[in-house]
């Protein structure tokens, strides 16, 4: 049985950092795409960052390029995602993502974690 288990959330002042963490277990973690999507309530959920099953291709929203850094250990089944310069309107659920499919990640066919709130005041 997969289970993601995501951390690090929190409330932080703006231009502040948090570091999201997200452990797995239940899969072969490094044939696995991860990636960070993020809701807030209304709104459907979007992409936010992911990363191939090697720790390459990392690839980011527009609006978190340069301030997001996604990482993974395949060792500790973990993956990251480390914010920097945080604005209110980063302030969502964030949820991490497990798909075999890179392509994939976030349709049909990915696990997902339970979430974590993110906080950021002005």
């Known amino acids: 049985q997969v289970q993601m288990v995501e951390s690090g959330g929190g409330l932080v002042q703006a231009g502040g950092s948090l570091r999201l963490s997200c452990a797995a277990s239940?899969?072969?973690?490094?044939?696995?795409?991860m990636g960070w999507f993020r809701q807030t309530p209304g709104k459907e959920r979007e992409f936010v960052a992911k990363?191939?099953?090697?720790?390459?291709?990392?690839y980011y929203r527009d609006s978190v390029k340069g301030r997001f850094t996604i990482s993974r250990d395949n060792a500790k089944n973990t993956v990251y995602l480390q914010m920097n310069s945080l604005k209110p309107e980063d302030t969502a659920v964030y949820y991490c993502?497990?798909?075999?499919?890179?392509?994939?990640?976030?349709?049909?066919?990915?696990?997902w974690g339970q979430g974590t709130q993110v906080s950021v005041s002005s």
């Open positions: 239940g899969l072969t973690f490094r044939t696995y795409a």
């Open positions: 990363i191939g099953g090697s720790g390459v291709n990392a």
């Open positions: 993502g497990a798909n075999r499919n890179y392509y994939a990640l976030g349709s049909a066919g990915t696990y």
